[in-house]
């Protein structure tokens, strides 16, 4: 939930939203709004097509982030290249990860796709919101999955993605996992303008809110159905920013 400039917005409370699946609105049970835990897999882009000056730019961002991040929250450091490879396992420990990060070097092509599947996999069971910070020039080489796959990965998850594009374009498939998922996607090559936009990410990461109900509509048993949700907030020039819906089974 942010203001006109990105910043998040403090003070909503439930009467604030309205709540639609199918276009119906429905009734919200639960509602919780702060800083809730955090677990978050920054996966970095460390292919050929990223060294030199990509690379160190990624590391260093990732390095921001690492450090908005309060004590407890938990993190994990994945390196992408033609294979994914978690180089610091989930935990609060940040000495670690930045030592991961400093070891971190080129090597091999961009299976990103198939790295977005793993990614979310190996932070879906974490406690706490879940979080995906990619860091990558985008362009995928030799994945086995399609950018289909990755999307319908998102889509039945419950992990945010921040696809962040270290390129001069942004890639269309950055922009959908973003939506899919309650995130946001963004572009830059330079230096200070990517530090401000991990600190914002970890600033909007932390101030969340949460809400609930039970569907109006019975859920029928071993059927599968997607249901679409939106989320309104009845207060002006604001962008809120949640899952487009799940998968009711």
Known sequence: MTDRTGQPIMGLTRDDFTVLEDGAAQTVSVFAAGDFPLSVAIAIDRSFSMSGDRLALAKSAARTFLGELRPSDQAMIIAVGSDTETVAPLSADRQAQYAALTRLDSWGTTGLYDAVIRAIDAIQTAKGRRAL?????????????????ALAKARRSDVMIYPIALGRERPVVFAELATLTGGRSFQSSRPQELNTILQTIASELRHQYLLGYSPSRPIVQGEEQWRSIAVRVNRPDVTVRARDGYLAK
Request: no cysteine.
């Open 133 to 149: 910070v990619l860091l990558s020039d985008g362009n995928d080489r030799y994945s086995e999955a399609s950018a289909a796959d």
